[in-house]
């Protein structure tokens, strides 16, 4: 049973413009959410997250938005730049009972120049 | 610079012929995970040190075990590789935080696992 969905396997965005990736949880315990990065050959990389106390968490060009009543979380990348271009993965965890992260099976993004 | 290394960063073996995959870390962290991962899927964690102490995920072959000499070293040994173990496997490490939180996981490059 996947806890993390990723329901759009690939997502392509012409450059400048805004990258939403969607990211949906069926646990409701879930307290933190994490997006992850990955490049082609290199391990992911943490890019931002988000508590459960917030609905929304802002870093330069990325934004993560919560919507608990919704189970659904999104990362919104603006302007999108090529460099862009990655797997992005969103991870969950229920970080008040000390539980695993959890991983959905990612979105890769192409930005197009 | 503080990083997670993987090595060898592809490995080929046999079916059935043991193999071990490493990963050290610079960062002094005192939790080390282990992930596979298959092609579009999530990685799945298989286990975790908390320094000394082993946790292994429930649904994780007996064909998987792990060590740990030390904080900066962490081994995967597969005992007896089948076709499906090919795979993508990943390290990562985190410090913990009060209240028995993790922080943020930071993950080496892969090994890439090809099984004959």
């Known amino acids: 049973d996947q806890q993390v969905k990723q329901n759009s396997p690939s997502l392509s965005v012409q450059e400048g413009r805004i990258s939403i990736l969607n990211c949906d949880y069926t646990?409701?315990?879930?307290?933190?959410f994490l997006w992850y990065k990955k490049y082609p050959a290199e391990g992911p990389t943490f890019l931002i997250s988000?508590?459960?106390?917030?609905d929304k968490n802002e870093d330069g060009r990325f934004t993560v938005f919560l919507n608990k009543s919704a189970k659904h979380l999104s990362l919104h990348i603006v302007p999108s730049q090529p460099g862009d271009s990655a797997v992005y993965f969103c991870?969950?965890?229920?970080?008040?009972?000390?539980?695993?992260?959890?991983f959905g099976p990612g979105t890769s993004l192409s930005v197009i120049p | 610079d503080a990083m997670v290394i993987q090595n060898p960063r592809y490995q080929v073996t046999q079916f059935g012929k043991p193999v071990t995959l490493s990963c050290s870390q610079t960062?002094?962290?005192?939790?080390m995970y282990w992930y596979q991962q298959k092609s579009s899927q999530a990685p799945k964690l298989l286990f975790h040190?908390?320094?000394?102490?082993?946790?292994n995920e429930a649904d994780t072959p007996d064909n998987f075990q792990s060590r740990r000499p030390n904080t900066s070293f962490c081994f995967l040994d597969i005992r007896s590789p089948g076709l499906g173990d090919a795979a993508m496997y990943l390290c990562?490490?985190?410090?913990?935080?009060?209240?028995?939180?993790?922080?943020?996981?930071?993950f080496g490059p892969g090994t890439r696992l090809t099984v004959l």
């Open positions: 990562a490490t985190s410090r913990d935080l009060a209240g028995g939180n993790t922080d943020t996981q930071y």
């Open positions: 991870a969950a965890s229920a970080r008040t009972s000390y539980d695993k992260v959890i």
């Open positions: 646990n409701s315990m879930f307290d933190y």
């Open positions: 040190y908390y320094d000394k102490d082993f946790n």
């Open positions: 988000i508590s459960s106390i917030k």
């Open positions: 960062l002094n962290h005192n939790v």
